[in-house]
């Protein structure tokens, strides 16, 4: 299975935010720190806002921060918010998939594959490898 890109985004920017989940950090910042479109990484923070993941402030002084603790951000979840569709193969419009086994042997798999993901917090994935910092030239805070 495959994430879409718009998916990447929102775990990068919360991956990102999580580090230091009291300080506001800009759009601009994210989107330099990985290299990304500041424009897409946008749309994908207001989405974020709005769904309640992150906090906006506005003005000079403005920015973004997480609105929950890592350990209170559920990954599948998250994953779950950020796609459209899981559709592994185009079985809606197959002839024989009424009567196909692989359409629900590939509905487990999916199941599977979240079912992982919910067992994991933007505080686990954040544990797990180390501090990222210097990969995003991240100055000390």
Known sequence: MKLTQYTDYAMRALLYLGREPERLSSIAEIAKAYGISQNHLMKVI???VNAGY???VRGRNGGVRLARKPSEINVGALIRHTEDSF???????CIIAPACGLTSVLGEALEA?????DRYSLADVLA???DFAH?????PA
């Open 46 to 48: 207001n989405d974020l």
């Open 54 to 56: 992150l906090n906006s």
């Open 87 to 93: 559709d592994l193969v185009g079985c809606g419009s």
């Open 113 to 117: 594959f979240l079912a992982v993901l």
């Open 128 to 130: 797990r490898r180390g």
């Open 135 to 139: 990969l995003l030239n991240i100055k």
